[in-house]
């Protein structure tokens, strides 16, 4: 079971993502930092009682934040904003028994090393190339096999106007045959299915994955 919590993962994060436009919040960030950490700290309090109420619901796993890039949730931001949170997070879910995933669907190139000091367990959402810059195998190379991906499958090979049903296919058979009898690979389309998808090339994957032997070789 899993238990989704909040689109932020802290109350920094929530100002930047609900409270201002974007580029209004980084001038705010910029001009006037006390007042938006003060603002922060003022909600600290109800970030720490939903982590105890997803601490202690019964969820196996539990889904928190949204919408990392590197672009916009940058390095120098995530560090201090995002990381610990996450961190406390899922030192606080490990100790009930429990998994903390995190969705990273967008440019994680810069982010990867800090997710693995975020501790969390499962990167949900992970959009490779063409749809970001980084590849599967990068993303995996760079998790180090200690978190796990739930994806892989850019949502733009299943649409015509996009790639071609050869370029589907080849994709899906290489990513079967490189990651078969490895663990930590929740096999998915990332990051969203939209109208204009092709149901035999979803009709393929399905029917490659079923008859693929998962056994290392």
């Not at 309090?45 to 940058?74: C, M, W």
């Not at 669907?105 to 800090?114: A, M, P, T």
Request: net charge negative.
């Amino acid at each position: 079971m899993i238990g989704y919590v909040s689109p932020a993962a802290s109350p920094m994060h929530h100002i930047m993502k609900d409270f201002m436009p974007l580029d209004q919040f980084f001038y705010a960030l910029h001009d006037h930092p006390a007042q938006v950490a003060c603002l922060a700290e003022q909600m600290e309090p109800f970030y720490q009682r939903i982590k105890e109420i997803a601490a202690d619901s019964p969820a196996e796993v539990i889904h928190l934040g949204a919408n990392y890039d590197d672009a916009i949730t940058y390095p120098p931001f995530f560090s201090p904003h995002i990381l610990p949170p996450i961190r406390d997070y899922a030192e606080e879910l490990h100790r009930k028994g429990k998994y903390l995933m995190c969705p990273t669907d967008g440019e994680n190139r810069k982010l990867l090393g800090l997710y693995l000091e975020a501790g969390f367990d499962v990167a949900d959402s992970v959009c490779p190339y063409p749809m970001t810059s980084c590849r599967l195998e990068e993303v995996r190379a760079a998790l180090d096999d200690r978190i796990a991906i739930w994806g892989g499958i850019p949502s733009t090979l299943l649409c015509a106007g996009s790639s071609s049903s050869e370029d589907c296919s080849r994709f899906v058979d290489d990513v079967l045959d490189r990651y078969r009898g490895q663990s930590r690979l929740i096999l998915g389309v990332r990051d969203m299915v939209t109208a204009d998808a092709e149901w035999s090339r979803f009709q393929y994957i399905t029917e490659k994955v079923a008859s693929t032997d998962w056994r290392a070789r």
